[in-house]
């Protein structure tokens, strides 16, 4: 039982530093760079305040076995409980968590905005853009319930004006979950969180087409295996096949996709490849499968 008790994964992990996991959330994972669960419980949203300002805006509960949990609707609260697991020193901080995490989200218009902001740490960021000398506008109760905001925003194509980065300073959440430190005097001292989404959301469009000419089965097998090759250095490649091969040419342009290849009984004889750029009229280019390589990963 002791040998079983010592080659528990969840207690080496915890006496490595590799990974925690809290009852609160269910499974975690505690590097720098985190994944945390999709699911949060009602108690971590109780105490994060979600549920009393922004549970409008978040998908019903799920209950199962005496639990109730929410799809979550941001990682912070995950993050909070991360930041708990050990005693913090003022040597620790910044203390930095990243995530590349799916949010779940029900935006209905006019959603709860700027409950709960402090004068002063909107003052803070105001100071601090004006020593950037960087050019602003503050829009009065457009700041998230638990602190205000840096916007970055862009007009788009149609006119509209979107947010595609933001920063937030937080004195709420670090009192909610005792987010604490010890400074230099060995005073247990209260932390600030620094919310930072540098994408507010994202796409990793196809790269690169591949049009077999027809549906040959050697060259149906040469555009999988010079798909695969690419996927593997990091390519966004897809196949097109099935219709047409000039309704799939149109397709290429209609999902913007920059270079398409069509490979057919040539192509697999020479070994040559016409790389075609969408973005440029149509402009064709012939490669070497490594040319091909070393020309599409200079586009990444």
Not at 47 to 67: C, D, I, K, W
Not at 75 to 96: A, E, M, V, W
Not at 245 to 267: A, F, S
Request: glycine letters at 6%; hydrophobic letters at 35%; aromatic letters at 10%.
């Amino acid at each position: 039982m002791k040998e079983k008790t010592n080659q528990d994964h969840r207690i080496i992990a915890k006496e490595l530093d590799l990974y925690i996991l809290d009852e609160k959330a269910g499974q975690e994972f505690g590097f720098q760079e985190v994944m945390t669960p999709i699911l949060g419980s009602e108690y971590l949203y109780q105490t994060s305040g979600h549920l009393n300002h922004y549970q409008g805006s978040m998908f019903p509960a799920v209950s199962r076995n005496n639990e109730t949990l929410y799809l979550r609707p941001m990682t912070c609260p995950h993050h909070c409980l991360i930041y708990q697991q050990k005693p913090r020193s003022y040597r620790d901080l910044p203390f930095r968590l990243c995530e590349n995490s799916i949010l779940h989200r029900y935006e209905a218009s006019g959603g709860l905005k700027g409950l709960e902001r402090p004068q002063f740490s909107e003052n803070l960021l105001i100071n601090s853009l004006n020593e950037l000398e960087l050019n602003y506008t503050v829009l009065k109760g457009e700041a998230a319930f638990y602190g205000p905001k840096l916007d970055l925003e862009i007009k788009a194509a149609d006119g509209k004006d979107i947010t595609i980065a933001t920063i937030q300073l937080d004195f709420i959440l670090p009192q909610k979950f005792g987010l604490n430190y010890i400074d230099k005097e060995q005073k247990l001292q209260t932390a600030v969180i620094i919310h930072q989404s540098p994408f507010g959301s994202y796409q990793l469009p196809c790269q690169l087409a591949i049009l077999p000419f027809n549906e040959e089965e050697e060259i149906k097998n040469y555009c999988q295996k010079l798909a695969g090759e690419l996927a593997e250095i990091g390519v966004r490649v897809k196949i097109f096949s099935k219709k047409k091969l000039k309704d799939r040419i149109r397709q290429m342009y209609r999902k913007k996709i920059p270079h398409y290849l069509v490979i057919g009984k040539e192509e697999l004889k020479t070994k040559i490849l016409k790389l075609v750029d969408a973005y440029q009229e149509g402009r064709m280019e012939e490669l070497t499968e490594r040319e091909l390589v070393n020309k599409i990963q200079n586009y990444s």
